[in-house]
């Protein structure tokens, strides 16, 4: 038996305290998102007092315009997309602008967007004209052709569906720019540098019961020979599905992509519901409807897969909703830039562990 099973039959015998009583999947006009600015070694001792305002203003900021997308009634991809254009616009995140150099001293950005209701999905990488890469993974989605777009032909198809384009001046930035030397001339590692996995990313579920998730990043410092993280990997660092979660992630994208991180999260939830409805329902609910999947399951399983992630060398964190409208971060480094919002008046962001 694999870890993955293992891991989903314990959460079961958790079931009876875990699972609400027989309900449907959301309540009417509920809504859910959560978003995330990366995770990393962050402690308040190396943060002034500015800088810590500084990125909860950002973070409430792209929080906020997510749930004024879901308030409003608007879909869970429209929420997904305010919100990670914000933070690519923003040079305190590693996306968009602000993003970290390759060895070579360029930007190349990755996004990923995928709709849960009928798992369309669309991803670009290597992309370094193109201002808002979540745009540009967006397009790919509608278009429907391909899932999976990468370097001049991505930014051929950005230039025919005329989404914006920028100099590469754009994305540049100082400490980033001083970041990529002092790793050359210390020889140290992307983490040593880096600090933390910059990556953004939302997850929302909408009123009409429909989730979704984008992720974008810059990658990693002194990233080299066309290196791709999870991020923009369907699957690693993005997954949305309505009979599950959606999720996004940030971290040491070769573990992630390792594990599968956001499929696991999600296949591992859609296991749980189902055995869930056969044993304790032989299959029927109350009304025909759905077991919620509480806010308590749906961290335990993002946590056992973060174990695994943890357990092969890698860190980082997600962040993850369900039908049910559960909103939860799961992460196994020392802070996670992060926030959620939902119809039920939760409106919190928060950066440490301790948080």
């Keep these: 038996m694999t870890r993955s099973f293992i891991a989903v039959a314990l959460g079961l015998l958790a079931l009876p305290t875990l699972l609400a009583t027989p309900a449907t999947a959301h ?98 990488t290597g992309i370094t004209a193109v201002k808002n890469p979540i745009l540009l993974a967006r397009a790919v989605m509608r278009d429907g052709r391909h899932v999976f777009l990468s370097g001049a032909g991505a930014e051929e198809f950005a230039r025919e569906r005329e989404i914006e384009t920028v100099a590469p001046e754009w994305f540049q930035t100082a400490p980033r720019r001083e970041a990529l030397e002092r790793m050359k001339a210390d020889q140290l590692s992307a983490y040593d540098v880096d600090h933390k996995f910059g990556t953004v990313g939302a997850v929302a579920l909408d009123q009409a019961g429909n989730l979704a998730a984008g992720t974008s990043t810059g990658g990693m410092t002194g990233k080299r020979w066309g290196r791709i993280g999870d991020a923009p990997i369907i699957g690693a660092g993005t997954y949305a599905d309505n009979r599950s979660c959606a999720v996004s992630a940030t971290g040491a994208g070769e573990y992630f992509i390792r594990v599968g991180v956001a499929q696991e999260i999600c296949t591992r939830l859609r296991l749980a ?54 909103a939860v971060f799961s992460f196994n480094t020392s802070g996670m830039y992060r926030g959620r919002a939902t119809s039920k008046g939760v409106n919190e962001i928060a950066i440490f562990a301790e948080d």
Excluded: C
Aim: aromatic share 4%.
């Design 273 to 326: 519901g189902d055995t869930a409805l056969e044993e304790f329902d032989n299959g029927q609910s109350e009304g025909g409807g759905e077991i919620t999947l509480t806010d308590a399951l749906v961290e335990n399983v993002a946590d056992a897969v973060m174990a695994e992630v943890k357990e092969l060398g890698g860190d980082g964190g997600v962040i993850v909703v369900a039908p049910s409208g559960a």
């Design 27 to 124: 309540e009417a006009e509920a809504w859910s998102f959560a978003i995330h600015g990366g995770a990393g070694t962050l402690s308040r001792e190396n943060m002034t007092p500015e800088r810590e305002a500084e990125y909860e203003a950002a973070l409430q900021g792209a929080l906020d315009a997510g749930a004024a997308v879901l308030r409003d009634g608007g879909t869970a991809m429209d929420a997904v997309e305010a919100a990670i254009l914000l933070m690519e616009d923003d040079p305190k995140f590693n996306a968009g602008r602000g993003a970290v150099f390759t060895w070579e001293g360029a930007n190349e950005l990755d996004a990923a967007v995928m709709d849960g209701r009928d798992r369309t999905a669309g991803a670009v």
